[in-house]
Nanobody, 132 residues
Framework: EVQLVESGGGLVQAGGSLTLSCALS????????IGWFRQAPGKEREGIAC????????YYRDSVKGRFTISSDNAKNVVYLQMNSLKPEDTAVYYC?????????????????????????WGQGTQVTVSS
């Protein structure tokens, strides 16, 4: 059974940093994509970052590009989201999500790496609150 468990959320002042972790278990093949999503109150869930395990390619939504970094530690089966220069508008519940992909990587997706329907497995979410 595939499981994803997020941790690392909390309260931080604007301009500060947080690192979220997504612990993976149950993936039986090495070809998968892990995405980070967030949902702010009253807003739709949005994908913000993705890592493709087939070639370690990373993808970022423009709103977080240059501030957030997604990375993976394959030995520990953990995917991280390093968040710097946080803004109040980054306040949201953050989710990691995963799905198997073919050897062709995220090109296998019918949509975008930021589309939540592309992912089959989801964590429970962790709250990030950025105070002004």
């Amino acid at each position: 059974e595939v499981q994803l468990v997020e941790s690392g959320g909390g309260l931080v002042q604007a301009g500060g940093s947080l690192t979220l972790s997504c612990a993976l278990s149950g993936f039986t093949f090495d070809e998968y994509a892990i995405g980070w999503f967030r949902q702010a109150p009253g807003k739709e869930r949005e994908g913000i970052a993705c890592v493709d395990s087939t070639d370690a390619s990373t993808y970022y939504r423009d709103s977080v590009k240059g501030r957030f970094t997604i990375s993976s530690d394959n030995a520990k089966n953990v995917v991280y989201l390093q968040m710097n220069s946080l803004k109040p508008e980054d306040t949201a519940v953050y989710y990691c999500a995963g799905t198997y992909i073919s050897s062709g990587g995220v090109a296998y997706f019918s949509g975008s790496v930021f589309d939540d329907y592309e992912y089959n497995y989801w964590g429970q979410g962790t709250q990030v609150t950025v105070s002004s």
